[in-house]
């Protein structure tokens, strides 16, 4: 059995969509208001790891299609660049779905759908334990397609004998329907207290014109 190290490097990948929806579900939160690194830093330090890095993906609106949330994301991803995050965003992809409406009726709407984000995140995981730059993987996202890493991270300490570690950070509240981390991993609840220290005080919405 690999010998566990003392001080356990860290790095955050963050699946920004699924944050922002478990947020929301969690603690009412209408917008994706957290702070990614203030929550990777918050996080690691109260389970005494060392933070390496944070990365953050997203998938990001066309402008004529959503021109509120593409400005939204492009100002939010744009200062986590100068912060030092390292950022990575897809374009959505719109399919119509169909809803069936309570007269019996049915609607067409426009619904976008991110693709690649998980893949992207499973291969910088990957990539990075390959690399030797972690010890833990701290993953903010319950997206159980993220279960194969775990699975792919076992294979890779037996071959290297190292100790590794992954990990689901996830906001959790009596609200919560899904209260599960990602398969495989150790589970880490965010409670609000926590969450609610690391807000963006900044707000990227744009703002409504004047009058």
Known sequence: MPAEPALKRAVAFFDG????????????????????LELALSVTSLKGWRLEEARFYTGVPDNRDEPFWNHFWTAKLAQMGRE??????????????????PDGSTHSELVGHEKGIDVRIALDIVGAVLENKLDVAVVFSQDQDLSEVADELRAILKRQDRWIKMASAFPVSPTSRNIRGINRTDWIPIERAVYDKCLDLRDYRPKPPAP
């Open 17 to 36: 969509q699924n944050l922002f929806h478990a947020a929301r579900e969690a603690f009412g939160y209408n917008y994706p208001n957290y702070d990614p």
């Open 84 to 101: 030092g995050l390292t950022t990575y965003s897809r374009p959505l992809r719109y399919q119509n779905r169909v809803v069936k409406l």
